[in-house]
């Protein structure tokens, strides 16, 4: 009996090699191209994965280059020269040894078999063999057409024609989020699609840089525009390169290469095919576009307005340009200007993110009817975008229809369940809906995904103070207050919590600190109703009676019926004969609706990211 043999374990890269190889069997040939293009990233001198990369490719072409460039790496490669005679390329060599498909690791060549007389014969030897050849698929003669539709020529001729087909938008998806496993799991595969929701196959629009190529380069190109729909941003940048390569000069080549490293989250990279772009030629407009996206993806603080202004200046009818102008601007609160570049947006694209971003302009604005309706419309334009689910819940919850605003929000993390802005906004409508233990559990894992999003503290803020825990409530406004220093309702729950741990001197401290981030009428009369009764519980009747009086004289619409009622109050008993020298009353804290910084999905960006018409 032979002494059992250990095998070594097999590296990443041959673990890789083989779930690639079985997807290749089963004819999942997008998620093979996944794997092989991540292998070629690693090592592209590797003649095997170039081979192996040829089996998944769409076209012939593509095939045919996978297989010269093995060749070119490896001219002796057995199944990159069978590959070429089948395929016309290199004259016929009967001295070709197969390649195993099978793929063997190194330690494989250095164990003794043991076995060798149980080894079946004949038709049975070949059937069952664990190492079945690739190269006998590319055999001469009868056995090149016979090996050929057993191995690999079957994997290639069974793959589906390639078709010229309608260039589009890929769904405007959100831009992937660092997600821990350990946290979040994988959606389930029993979601059903969001696109089998839609009552009429959607219409992509022409992606705005798409451009017919040549015989060259024409198959690449258009595998690549395929991969780019279905959001293979690795496969685009392979076939990408094959394009630049075959015709030098192609500066839509290259900036696509820029948009699949940016989509995938490459800014740096991205940054440096844009530059590319550039100097290869600097009247690209889409170039500028995706410098100015890439640079805000690294530093959203960024002034990109030259590179937005010159897109725009190199085609005035580019709708994309504007609406990421029109974005950045609102990013910044110049909304006024936001407006006028959506606006014109609207006026160049039909386009669901005009009617997204208009709603999230509208959001900005206060104008929470009209944004509710453009959500709407951009949601029933393209039931299959991602972001108009987030938009749109967030105007259901500006409307105060707090319910389906939740339904909109849960809809929404079945298909994204790693945006820490999601489950924010899902705490915040619980928190309106008064279930403030589920609305504590979305908030928690918000912070899990995302710990410097301020939002989540503010609502984990306001719930656990409307759980009385004040202390737990001061901690959480305080972490908002320090990550957003602007943030004047962070501020506003700072007082809040000291007040609701009977500490008025720090409350009145902490509400005039934030006097200087009051934007409109309703954030001054909810600061000076705070300082209000600050101000009572420190025994300053004259200057609480100003405050008081300054209620009861601004707009009705921007104070609450509360604030109006304890203001009369206040004043009768301040002018009473028999003031109490010390007022006792328990104050009572209004919620804080909406955040004056109202919170944008995480998808702001990816909106403007995702390449529209």
Not at 461 to 475: I, P, R, V
């Amino acid at each position: 009996m032979s002494p059992e043999i250990l095998s070594p374990e097999p590296s990443p890269e041959e673990t890789m090699l083989q779930q690639a190889m079985e997807s290749i069997r089963q004819e999942q040939f997008a998620q093979a191209r996944t794997i092989l293009t991540n292998l070629i990233r690693t090592d592209q001198q590797n003649p095997d994965y170039w081979v192996w990369l040829s089996a998944a490719m769409e076209t012939q072409k593509e095939r045919l280059y996978c297989l010269q460039t093995a060749f070119k790496l490896d001219p002796t490669h057995a199944a990159a020269r069978r590959g070429l005679i089948l395929m016309g390329a290199l004259a016929p060599d009967d001295s070709i040894q197969p390649f195993p498909l099978n793929h063997p690791r190194p330690w494989e060549s250095k164990l003794q078999l043991t076995e060798e007389k149980d080894k079946p014969t004949g038709l049975k030897k070949m059937t069952s063999n664990s190492a079945f050849r690739l190269g006998a698929a590319l055999g001469l003669g009868a056995v090149v057409l016979i090996g050929a539709f057993i191995g690999l020529g079957v994997l290639i001729s069974k793959r589906p024609v390639a078709t010229r087909e309608a260039l589009g938008t890929s769904r405007p998806t959100v831009t992937p989020y660092a997600t821990n496993s350990n946290q979040v799991g994988a959606v389930q595969s029993t979601i059903r699609p969001l696109a089998e929701l839609l009552s009429t196959p959607y219409t992509p629009t022409p992606i705005y840089a798409a451009t017919p190529h040549g015989e060259a380069a024409g198959d690449s190109y258009n595998g690549a525009m395929r991969a780019y729909n279905k959001s293979q941003w690795d496969t685009v940048g392979l076939m990408m390169a094959q394009v630049a390569t075959a015709q030098p000069g192609s500066v839509d080549a290259l900036y696509f290469i820029g948009e699949a490293n940016r989509l995938s989250g490459k800014y740096q990279e991205a940054l440096n095919y844009y530059q590319l772009a550039i100097t290869t030629n600097a009247n690209f407009a889409p170039s500028y576009l995706g410098r100015a996206r890439a640079t805000l993806a690294i530093n959203p603080n960024q002034d990109v307005s030259a590179d937005l202004d010159r897109a725009i200046k190199l085609d005035p009818n580019y709708a994309e340009a504007y609406m990421e102008r029109g974005l950045y601007y609102l990013a910044k609160k110049d909304l006024k200007t936001a407006q006028a570049d959506l606006l014109q947006t609207s006026n160049l694209s039909d386009s669901p993110l005009v009617e997204l971003n208009l709603a999230r302009l509208e959001l900005a604005q206060g104008e929470n009817e009209a944004a509710l309706e453009s959500a709407k419309r951009a949601n029933q334009m393209d039931i299959t975008m991602l972001d108009g689910y987030l938009v749109l819940g967030m105007a259901y919850q500006a409307n105060d229809q707090i319910d389906q605003a939740v339904d909109v929000f849960e809809t929404y993390l079945k298909y994204q369940p790693d945006n820490a802005e999601a489950f924010a906004v899902l705490g915040s409508a619980y928190y309106h809906r008064g279930d403030y233990e589920t609305a504590l559990k979305n908030l928690q894992q918000a912070v899990r995904l995302d710990p410097v999003n301020p939002d989540s503290y503010f609502w984990l803020g306001q719930t656990a103070l409307a759980q009385n825990d004040s202390d737990n409530a001061l901690t959480n406004f305080q972490t908002a207050l320090r990550l957003n220093p602007e943030s004047f309702d962070a501020g506003e729950g700072v007082a809040k919590a000291y007040m609701g741990k009977g500490e008025y001197n720090n409350s009145y401290i902490a509400i005039i600190k934030v006097e200087g981030l009051i934007t409109n009428d309703q954030e001054r009369a909810r600061f000076v109703y705070v300082r209000a009764l600050s101000l009572d519980q420190l025994n300053q009747p004259e200057a609480a009676f100003r405050d008081w009086s300054e209620i009861l004289s601004l707009p009705v619409d921007v104070t609450t019926d509360e604030m109006r009622q304890k203001a009369q109050l206040r004043l009768e008993e301040i002018h009473s004969p028999t003031p109490s020298p010390t007022v006792t009353f328990t104050p009572t804290l209004p919620a804080t609706r909406v955040p004056s910084k109202t919170p944008k999905p995480t998808a702001t960006r990816a909106l403007s990211s995702t390449p529209t018409p």
